[in-house]
Every structure is written in C-alpha cells, then in structure tokens.
C-alpha cells in the first residue's frame, strides 16, 4: 500500500539553526498539505499546495518558515532560523485532489529544538 | 487555531465496553472527518460524514453529525486494546478549499 514518506524522523537543532524537513506523497496525489503538531493538541496546517502552487499558507510563519514543491511531487519545508518555540511534529499530507477530501499522513518528523 | 472541542479529552475503558467521544464546532462546514493517531506516529483517515448526512458506519465505528447543535460523534464498539489512540476530529469549512481544521483530541486506552 502507498504511503507518505517523510524524512528525517527525527531532528534535534540548537536555536538560530536552519531546518529542513522532506516529504515525498503519495504518487499522483495532487495535493500536499505540512502540518504542525504540538505535544497534546491536533495538527494546524502550515501550507497547502495544489501541484507546485501554493492554495493557503495564512498560517506559515514566513519571516523564518518557507515551503517549496518544485516540480509538483515531494516538497521541502524549511526553518531558519529555528527557535525554541519550533519544537513540534511536522506532518505531511497528501490527497488525490481538492475534491476528494480524505488526507493520507506521512510518519511525521519530530523536532526538537535546545 | 481549533476549530473543533472534543469530549472528553481523556477516556479509559475495558476492552469489549464501547467508546463514546464527542466534538463540537463553530462555523458551518462541508464535512466533518475523524482521523486516529497511535502515539508518536502519523495520523490515519477513519471516517467522513457531509453535512447532509446524519448517520455513517464503518466496520466496528459509527458517526453521527448534528449540524443544527454543530456537534458530531464518534461511538467505538466492542473496542479491543488495538484501539488505544488519539481520536480527532478535523472539519472542513464552507468555501474552505480541502483545508481541514482538527480539534483537540480524545485519547483513549482500552485496557485488557
């Protein structure tokens, strides 16, 4: 069965650094959602593409956060510099397309920033 | 932000015992989905009800939506241990576009 895959599984940075996260969808699926989990709540999403164009990032922090689907498959989310703040899971999710609504999740990346 | 509350936040039960847990949300939608979430791990689609249904099943797990009190519920019967997870709930908005917005979380453990 298809799956989402996201790498690293785990990072530990020291604040100030840059962070990259990676996630390759499902193939074919068209969109491709990164989400930010904190510990004990649910996810809030951070960008949302449709092929390589961004539909929604009102929610990415864009003065340290980036995210980028180049040729409209996997997708780079990017942290510079990181601060303590950042420690979350980033998610990755994909689906078909904006009219099939169910989203498939990757393993998710944990980062932990000192 | 959260769109969604769920009730209760923590649920411990038998194994066998059905699970009951509740959400609520603000504005009107176009679907309401649950998602489960083993610790530390990815979350996984379990069901999707539109806002003009008002019941759904699924294997061992029903949903039901009441748009009028803005509120859903997901009942677990028969649950086994397998069955410990956080449960979410995540709506999608009228003219939201596929974005979803999750609530908090229901974690439950079912015990042997």
């Known amino acids: 069965e298809a799956e989402v895959a996201q790498s690293p599984r785990y990072k530990i940075t020291e604040k100030s650094q840059a962070v990259a996260f990676w996630c390759d969808p499902i193939?074919?699926?068209?969109?491709l959602y990164w989400y930010r989990q904190i510990l004990g709540q649910g996810p809030e999403l951070l960008v949302q593409f449709q092929d390589e164009s961004v539909v929604d990032d009102s929610q990415l922090p864009k003065d340290r956060f980036s995210a980028e689907r180049l040729k409209g498959v996997d997708s780079t989310l990017k942290i510079q510099p990181a601060e303590l703040g950042d420690s979350a899971m980033y998610l990755c999710a994909s689906g078909r397309d904006r009219s099939y609504n169910e989203q498939f999740f990757g393993p998710g990346t944990r980062l932990t920033v000192l | 932000s959260q769109q969604g509350e769920e009730d209760p936040q923590a649920l411990s039960i038998q194994e066998g015992e059905n699970a009951t847990m509740n959400c609520s949300y603000k504005?009107?939608?176009?679907?309401l989905q649950w998602y489960r979430q083993n610790s530390g791990r990815g979350l996984v689609h379990l069901i999707l009800?539109?806002?003009?249904?008002r019941e759904k099943h699924s294997g061992r797990l029903r949903v039901t939506l009441d748009t009028s009190k803005k509120s859903s519920s997901l009942l677990i019967t028969a649950s086994r241990a397998a069955d410990t997870a956080s449960y979410f709930c995540a709506t999608e908005l009228t003219g939201g576009g596929n974005k979803l917005t999750f609530g908090t979380g229901t974690q439950l453990k079912v015990e042997l």
């Open positions: 009800i539109r806002s003009n249904e």
């Open positions: 193939s074919g699926h068209a969109t």
């Open positions: 504005t009107s939608i176009n679907n």
